[in-house]
């Protein structure tokens, strides 16, 4: 049974006592972003599920290197690394690409102009909120991008490795798809030896054994 002012169903008690002032125009624009950023759940990645049935979007792929981040923390080369901050370049990261798609890394063509198209869509995508939220958010996206702090350093080392680890447990299965070869990968992968010696170790370790067992070419 519920009673007046006591507690709902939930079991948490309700504070009536506090009055919050809420700016209805800044609240509707972050409920704008919050709907645009959904639009992130369509965007197909070339990246196929460990399963194979289908590719991945580019919302999974940011939401499984935030996963990384608390479980790898501890390979980071950087000791005194802020975790969070690393979490929260993840899950901006790729808002772009609502606007600008995926662009393929092995795509030298869509690389061209890649930069120019996310930078276009930064601009349109972040200031769909609050100007102080814009600020944080385009900051954190900046930041990812410039690659110059240890926070940024790690999160580039997982945004290569997620999608490596797909490729090498499906048996190289968007590798052959391309024909991708060794050298190709070891060149994608240069961001790892900044973010991870370790991971970079374990890394180069399953290149090799890809390239042994047939499934990446040499």
Same mark, same amino acid.
């Given at each position: ?19 919050r ?6 609240f ?6 919050i709907?645009?950023?959904d ?19 580019? *919302? ?7 996963l ?12 005194n ?12 990261h ?28 930064a ?33 580039? *080392? ?33 961001p ?27």
């Amino acid at each position: 049974m519920l009673k007046a002012g006591g507690e709902g169903h939930t079991g948490v008690k309700k504070n009536m006592s506090k009055t919050r002032l809420v700016d209805k125009k800044r609240f509707k624009r972050q409920i704008e972003f919050i709907l645009e950023a959904d639009k992130l759940k369509k965007v197909a990645r070339r990246t196929t599920l460990l399963d194979v049935s289908r590719q991945e979007n580019s *919302a999974e792929h940011s939401w499984h290197i935030a996963l990384l981040v608390l479980i790898l923390t501890e390979y980071a080369e950087d000791e005194n690394l802020d975790f969070l901050q690393v979490i929260k370049l993840l899950l901006v990261h790729d808002l772009v690409e609502i606007d600008a798609g995926d662009t393929y890394c092995y795509d030298k063509a869509g690389g061209q102009d890649q930069k120019a198209r996310e930078t276009k869509a930064a601009d349109r995508i972040f200031n769909i909120l609050p100007a102080d939220q814009a600020r944080a958010l385009r900051t954190l996206w900046d930041e990812y991008e410039a690659k110059d702090t240890p926070e940024s350093k790690f999160a580039n *080392a997982l945004d290569r490795v997620q999608p490596f680890l797909h490729n090498y447990f499906t048996r190289g299965h968007t590798w052959q798809k391309h024909g991708i070869n060794k050298k190709q990968v070891i060149a994608r992968m240069q961001p790892v030896i900044d973010g991870s010696q370790f991971l970079w170790e374990y890394v180069s370790s399953l290149i090799d054994d890809a390239v042994k067992q047939g499934f990446l070419a040499k």
